[in-house]
């Protein structure tokens, strides 16, 4: 059987599509590129956002009109719009064959060939995911030099404006010799980078009482091989001490902390539900402190219900002050069925995407002057290949496919560690000359 697969959303939902790959690959099916060639489509989704919602409808209904007249015969729906809506996908879009929720994603196999019955197919427990010791096969569609392995599932934060609890569940760590065999097994087959995900990385072990964040990246370290090994996702109340003294310990640990602050006002946090951190500002001191040489990242949120132009301004004072190497911003999003969504002082989203440009406004002078600051520096980057603006790799301080990256003077095969004196930066990027 030949099936197509697209994937929404983000890295984690990518890594999910991965192990579905994988499963299809040893069921024997064949993965093609084109739609219209398949015998199955199969769409990965994401709600976590209401555009995220319209923008998995409209593809699935893209992909419906494939269906019959010698295209492909069946539509598999999975991901997080199946755990948010379930059967109602079923009657909005009847060409929809099955569901496949993300707690379930071995039973793809089934949905795929049609051997179910109801369209939906249901399993509360994920047993790859759980298993001490075995981890899921996976086809990854990244390049062969970089991986993500996802450490836990679910979130147990709660935010006022975030629907991921209620989707994705509590969050779950995957057990540490599991982890540490994937990447045995990724670093054993070339790749040079490994970064973890999971919705709160920082919460890693917290539910099973036996690891933390940093007792795991130290398992994983125990790995032979040279690369990078990166953290995304940390909530600001779970950077401890123990986890900055571990992500200063070994180079092959990227000084790199990714920390969601959301924002900064005690008010606005408070109404988040996200006050029982220290206040950003101490986060960042501390961190630097403790990690010299960090690259911080962050998101700021603008217009959450009840921010007023004072919060906002203590806001865009902290960015100045902070120097935060890498930002994103979003304009709150109101989503039925959290918390935020029936709060008073709604804020139009006129303003909030106001404030948000504003953000990123003072974003690009800050980032500007603070990569002008290694223009004569050594750095090791690792190789990526080339795009339509010519060769370019990344240091250690610069994530994948969310932050900047270095030009380089010549090409080199992706996923080579080499050498580059930083010859020159603009607001984002930085130009380098490969040294060896």
């Not at 993300?102 to 197919?121: C, M, N, S, W, Y």
């Not at 200063?248 to 606005?268: G, I, K, N």
């Not at 949120?301 to 132009?309: H, W």
């Amino acid at each position: 059987m030949k099936v197509s697969v697209v994937s929404l959303g983000c890295n984690k939902n990518l890594v999910d599509t991965e192990v579905m790959l994988g499963y299809l690959h040893e069921a024997g099916c064949e993965v093609v590129e084109e739609p219209d060639q398949a015998d199955c489509l199969l769409i990965n989704t994401c709600s976590f956002l209401t555009e995220a919602v319209q923008e998995s409808l409209d593809r699935i209904l893209e992909l419906a009109q494939l269906k019959g007249d010698g295209g492909p015969q069946r539509l598999v729906v999975t991901g997080c719009l199946v755990s948010r809506y379930g059967k109602e996908i079923l009657k909005e879009v009847p060409e929809v064959d099955a569901l496949v929720p993300h707690t379930d994603l071995e039973k793809v196999i089934e949905a795929v060939r049609g051997q179910h019955a109801g369209g939906l197919v249901l399993n509360p427990q994920s047993s790859i995911l759980n298993s001490e010791s075995t981890f899921p096969f996976r086809v990854r569609s990244h390049p062969a030099h970089r991986a993500y392995i996802k450490i836990g599932e679910g979130c147990s934060n709660w935010c006022a404006y975030c629907l991921i609890p209620s989707i994705r569940g509590e969050f779950s760590s995957r057990p540490s010799p599991s982890l540490v065999n994937e990447m045995v097994h990724l670093i054993g087959h070339g790749v040079r980078e490994i970064t973890l995900v999971a919705q709160d990385s920082g919460r890693y072990g917290l539910d099973r009482g036996v690891d933390t964040l940093p007792s795991l990246i130290k398992s994983l370290l125990t790995v032979h091989g040279e690369y990078w090994l990166r953290v995304l996702y940390v909530h600001p109340a779970r950077v401890s001490d123990e986890l900055l003294e571990v992500l200063a310990s070994d180079p092959r640990v990227c000084r790199y902390l990714d920390v969601p602050f959301q924002h900064v006002s005690p008010t606005v946090l408070e109404r988040m539900g996200r006050a029982e951190a220290s206040h950003p500002t101490d986060v960042v001191r501390r961190a630097r402190n403790a990690v010299p040489g960090l690259s911080l990242r962050t998101t700021l949120m603008t217009g959450f219900p009840g921010e007023t132009e004072e919060d906002f301004k203590v806001l865009l004072e902290f960015l100045r002050h902070a120097q935060i190497d890498h930002l994103g911003v979003f304009p709150y999003s109101r989503e039925k069925g959290t918390p935020a969504a029936g709060m008073d002082g709604q804020v139009s989203p006129e303003v909030a995407a106001k404030r948000a440009e504003r953000l990123l406004e003072e974003q690009a002078g800050l980032s500007a002057r603070c990569l002008k600051k290694l223009v004569g520096r050594e750095l090791t980057v690792l190789t990526e290949g080339f795009d339509e603006t010519g060769p370019f790799g990344r240091h250690q301080g610069q994530a994948p496919e969310v932050d900047g990256v270095v030009r380089l003077d010549e090409d080199i095969e992706p996923g080579q560690f080499v050498r580059v004196k930083i010859t020159d930066s603009d607001v984002y990027d930085l130009k380098g000359e490969v040294l060896d």
